[in-house]
Protein backbone atom coordinates (compact mmCIF):
# COMPACT_ATOMS: atom_id res chain seq x y z
CA UNK A 1 0.00 0.00 0.00
CA UNK A 2 1.68 3.47 -1.12
CA UNK A 3 -0.43 5.52 0.83
CA UNK A 4 -2.42 7.47 -2.15
CA UNK A 5 -5.81 5.50 -2.26
CA UNK A 6 -7.46 6.25 -5.77
CA UNK A 7 -11.35 4.91 -6.52
CA UNK A 8 -12.72 3.24 -8.43
CA UNK A 9 -10.71 0.68 -8.84
CA UNK A 10 -12.21 -0.36 -12.20
CA UNK A 11 -15.11 1.49 -14.03
CA UNK A 12 -16.93 0.71 -17.38
CA UNK A 13 -19.20 3.59 -18.64
CA UNK A 14 -20.94 4.23 -22.04
CA UNK A 15 -19.70 7.03 -24.60
CA UNK A 16 -21.08 10.71 -23.98
CA UNK A 17 -20.92 9.95 -19.64
CA UNK A 18 -19.46 11.52 -17.49
CA UNK A 19 -17.43 9.76 -14.36
CA UNK A 20 -15.50 11.06 -11.35
CA UNK A 21 -12.33 10.14 -9.91
CA UNK A 22 -11.64 10.17 -6.54
CA UNK A 23 -7.77 10.30 -5.07
CA UNK A 24 -6.62 10.55 -1.33
CA UNK A 25 -2.67 11.72 -1.71
CA UNK A 26 -0.44 10.03 0.65
CA UNK A 27 -0.59 11.54 4.71
CA UNK A 28 1.80 14.80 4.69
CA UNK A 29 1.61 15.04 0.42
CA UNK A 30 0.40 18.49 -0.50
CA UNK A 31 0.58 17.93 -4.78
CA UNK A 32 -1.55 15.64 -6.29
CA UNK A 33 -0.88 14.69 -9.93
CA UNK A 34 -3.10 12.90 -12.59
CA UNK A 35 -1.64 10.78 -15.36
CA UNK A 36 -3.64 8.90 -17.94
CA UNK A 37 -1.77 5.83 -19.47
CA UNK A 38 -3.01 3.91 -22.86
CA UNK A 39 -1.25 1.72 -24.90
CA UNK A 40 -0.48 4.02 -27.94
CA UNK A 41 0.33 7.02 -25.95
CA UNK A 42 2.35 5.57 -22.35
CA UNK A 43 1.86 7.88 -19.43
CA UNK A 44 0.98 11.20 -19.86
CA UNK A 45 0.61 14.20 -17.53
CA UNK A 46 -2.81 15.62 -17.35
CA UNK A 47 -2.50 18.09 -14.25
CA UNK A 48 -0.91 19.18 -10.90
CA UNK A 49 -2.43 21.02 -7.81
CA UNK A 50 -0.77 22.32 -4.89
CA UNK A 51 -2.61 22.71 -1.82
CA UNK A 52 -5.44 23.76 -3.88
CA UNK A 53 -4.07 25.13 -6.38
CA UNK A 54 -3.34 24.68 -9.82
CA UNK A 55 0.13 24.08 -10.45
CA UNK A 56 1.15 22.95 -13.90
CA UNK A 57 -1.09 21.55 -16.53
CA UNK A 58 -0.65 19.19 -19.45
CA UNK A 59 -2.29 17.12 -21.86
CA UNK A 60 -5.49 17.42 -20.37
CA UNK A 61 -8.52 18.32 -22.83
CA UNK A 62 -10.91 20.16 -22.37
CA UNK A 63 -13.43 17.96 -21.87
CA UNK A 64 -11.90 16.99 -18.75
CA UNK A 65 -11.77 18.65 -15.51
CA UNK A 66 -9.73 18.37 -11.76
CA UNK A 67 -9.81 20.23 -8.67
CA UNK A 68 -8.14 20.03 -5.09
CA UNK A 69 -10.31 20.00 -1.85
CA UNK A 70 -9.22 21.84 1.12
CA UNK A 71 -8.37 18.38 2.55
CA UNK A 72 -6.31 17.49 0.13
CA UNK A 73 -8.18 14.95 -1.76
CA UNK A 74 -8.75 15.42 -5.64
CA UNK A 75 -11.19 14.63 -8.27
CA UNK A 76 -10.78 14.03 -12.05
CA UNK A 77 -13.95 14.64 -14.11
CA UNK A 78 -14.23 13.15 -17.18
CA UNK A 79 -17.44 14.43 -19.46
CA UNK A 80 -18.53 13.47 -23.09
CA UNK A 81 -16.23 10.43 -22.65
CA UNK A 82 -15.21 8.63 -25.86
CA UNK A 83 -13.59 5.08 -26.63
CA UNK A 84 -10.52 6.56 -26.37
CA UNK A 85 -10.45 7.78 -23.14
CA UNK A 86 -10.56 4.11 -22.18
CA UNK A 87 -7.59 4.12 -20.11
CA UNK A 88 -5.70 3.89 -16.57
CA UNK A 89 -6.16 6.91 -14.26
CA UNK A 90 -3.04 7.46 -12.10
CA UNK A 91 -3.08 9.98 -8.92
CA UNK A 92 0.47 10.33 -7.61
CA UNK A 93 1.13 12.60 -4.69
CA UNK A 94 4.49 14.35 -3.36
CA UNK A 95 5.58 16.42 -0.70
CA UNK A 96 6.42 19.84 -2.17
CA UNK A 97 5.22 21.19 -5.74
CA UNK A 98 7.90 20.91 -8.05
CA UNK A 99 8.66 18.72 -10.65
CA UNK A 100 11.89 17.14 -9.09
CA UNK A 101 9.44 15.68 -6.26
CA UNK A 102 9.54 11.68 -6.12
CA UNK A 103 6.17 10.61 -6.75
CA UNK A 104 3.84 7.96 -5.07
CA UNK A 105 1.35 6.51 -6.97
CA UNK A 106 -1.85 5.56 -6.28
CA UNK A 107 -3.04 1.41 -7.85
CA UNK A 108 -4.90 3.56 -10.34
CA UNK A 109 -8.41 3.72 -12.12
CA UNK A 110 -8.97 1.91 -14.91
CA UNK A 111 -11.87 2.92 -17.32
CA UNK A 112 -13.47 1.36 -19.94
CA UNK A 113 -15.84 3.33 -22.53
CA UNK A 114 -18.10 0.93 -24.33
CA UNK B 1 4.90 14.92 -25.16
CA UNK B 2 7.40 12.57 -24.36
CA UNK B 3 10.04 14.47 -22.96
CA UNK B 4 12.33 10.95 -22.07
CA UNK B 5 12.61 7.86 -24.21
CA UNK B 6 14.08 4.43 -23.45
CA UNK B 7 15.99 1.92 -25.17
CA UNK B 8 15.25 -0.83 -25.64
CA UNK B 9 11.24 -1.34 -26.07
CA UNK B 10 11.77 -4.34 -24.18
CA UNK B 11 14.38 -6.70 -22.95
CA UNK B 12 14.36 -10.78 -22.92
CA UNK B 13 17.44 -12.19 -20.20
CA UNK B 14 17.78 -14.77 -18.26
CA UNK B 15 17.60 -14.91 -14.77
CA UNK B 16 21.56 -13.84 -13.23
CA UNK B 17 22.31 -11.51 -16.19
CA UNK B 18 22.41 -7.88 -16.03
CA UNK B 19 19.81 -5.84 -17.80
CA UNK B 20 20.75 -2.20 -18.92
CA UNK B 21 18.46 0.09 -20.10
CA UNK B 22 18.61 3.76 -21.60
CA UNK B 23 17.16 7.04 -21.22
CA UNK B 24 17.49 9.90 -23.94
CA UNK B 25 15.41 13.26 -22.78
CA UNK B 26 15.24 16.73 -24.76
CA UNK B 27 15.90 19.55 -22.22
CA UNK B 28 17.51 20.58 -19.46
CA UNK B 29 16.48 19.03 -16.00
CA UNK B 30 16.91 19.32 -12.47
CA UNK B 31 17.04 15.42 -11.78
CA UNK B 32 16.16 12.19 -13.64
CA UNK B 33 14.36 9.44 -12.11
CA UNK B 34 13.36 6.04 -12.66
CA UNK B 35 10.23 4.28 -11.50
CA UNK B 36 9.34 0.27 -12.00
CA UNK B 37 5.71 -0.91 -12.70
CA UNK B 38 4.87 -4.52 -12.67
CA UNK B 39 1.59 -5.44 -14.98
CA UNK B 40 -1.52 -2.92 -14.70
CA UNK B 41 0.00 -1.33 -11.15
CA UNK B 42 1.26 1.79 -10.08
CA UNK B 43 4.20 2.91 -10.58
CA UNK B 44 7.02 2.64 -7.72
CA UNK B 45 9.83 4.80 -7.34
CA UNK B 46 13.35 3.47 -7.68
CA UNK B 47 16.06 6.02 -7.76
CA UNK B 48 16.65 9.83 -8.10
CA UNK B 49 19.85 11.12 -9.63
CA UNK B 50 20.66 14.88 -9.65
CA UNK B 51 21.90 16.93 -12.39
CA UNK B 52 25.45 17.51 -10.91
CA UNK B 53 25.79 13.74 -10.71
CA UNK B 54 27.34 10.84 -12.78
CA UNK B 55 26.10 8.09 -11.38
CA UNK B 56 23.96 6.66 -8.59
CA UNK B 57 24.20 3.50 -6.65
CA UNK B 58 21.29 1.38 -4.79
CA UNK B 59 21.37 -2.31 -4.05
CA UNK B 60 21.39 -3.84 -7.70
CA UNK B 61 20.50 -0.70 -9.15
CA UNK B 62 23.27 1.44 -10.59
CA UNK B 63 22.33 4.76 -12.00
CA UNK B 64 24.00 6.75 -14.99
CA UNK B 65 23.60 10.75 -16.32
CA UNK B 66 25.37 11.87 -18.89
CA UNK B 67 24.30 15.55 -19.30
CA UNK B 68 25.90 16.70 -22.29
CA UNK B 69 24.55 13.95 -24.19
CA UNK B 70 21.02 14.46 -22.11
CA UNK B 71 21.15 10.62 -21.57
CA UNK B 72 20.90 8.16 -18.28
CA UNK B 73 21.07 4.44 -18.21
CA UNK B 74 19.53 1.78 -15.82
CA UNK B 75 21.70 -1.07 -14.97
CA UNK B 76 20.55 -4.00 -12.85
CA UNK B 77 22.39 -6.48 -11.90
CA UNK B 78 21.88 -10.58 -11.55
CA UNK B 79 18.63 -10.18 -11.97
CA UNK B 80 15.60 -11.84 -10.70
CA UNK B 81 12.26 -13.09 -12.25
CA UNK B 82 10.47 -10.71 -9.98
CA UNK B 83 12.49 -7.86 -11.61
CA UNK B 84 9.93 -8.58 -14.75
CA UNK B 85 8.38 -5.04 -15.36
CA UNK B 86 8.36 -2.19 -16.94
CA UNK B 87 11.04 0.45 -16.40
CA UNK B 88 10.24 4.54 -17.06
CA UNK B 89 12.45 6.90 -16.82
CA UNK B 90 10.97 10.51 -15.93
CA UNK B 91 12.24 13.90 -16.23
CA UNK B 92 11.45 17.29 -14.85
CA UNK B 93 12.08 20.47 -16.78
CA UNK B 94 14.51 23.39 -15.39
CA UNK B 95 11.05 25.28 -15.13
CA UNK B 96 10.06 22.60 -12.77
CA UNK B 97 7.09 21.18 -14.20
CA UNK B 98 5.64 18.10 -13.35
CA UNK B 99 7.37 14.80 -13.91
CA UNK B 100 7.35 13.94 -17.67
CA UNK B 101 7.26 9.61 -18.27
CA UNK B 102 9.23 8.07 -21.16
CA UNK B 103 7.09 5.31 -22.78
CA UNK B 104 8.89 2.46 -20.94
CA UNK B 105 11.39 -0.50 -21.14
CA UNK B 106 9.62 -3.87 -21.11
CA UNK B 107 11.75 -6.39 -18.96
CA UNK B 108 10.97 -10.15 -18.64
CA UNK B 109 13.35 -12.20 -16.84
CA UNK B 110 13.01 -15.95 -17.20
CA UNK B 111 14.52 -18.50 -14.89
Known amino acids: DSGVTQTPKHLITATGQRVTLRCSPR?????VYWYQQSLDQGLQFLIQ???????AKGNILERFSAQQFPDLHSELNLSSLELGDSALYFC?????????????FGAGSRLTVL | SQQGEEDPQALSIQEGENATMNCSYK?????LQWYRQNSGRGLVHLIL?????REKHSGRLRVTLDTSKKSSSLLITASRAADTASYFC???????????FGKGTTLSVSS
Open chain 1, 92 to 104: ASSVGGQGFNVLT
Open chain 1, 27 to 31: SGDLS
Open chain 1, 49 to 55: YYNGEER
Open chain 2, 27 to 31: TSINN
Open chain 2, 49 to 53: IRSNE
Open chain 2, 90 to 100: ATDGRAGTALI
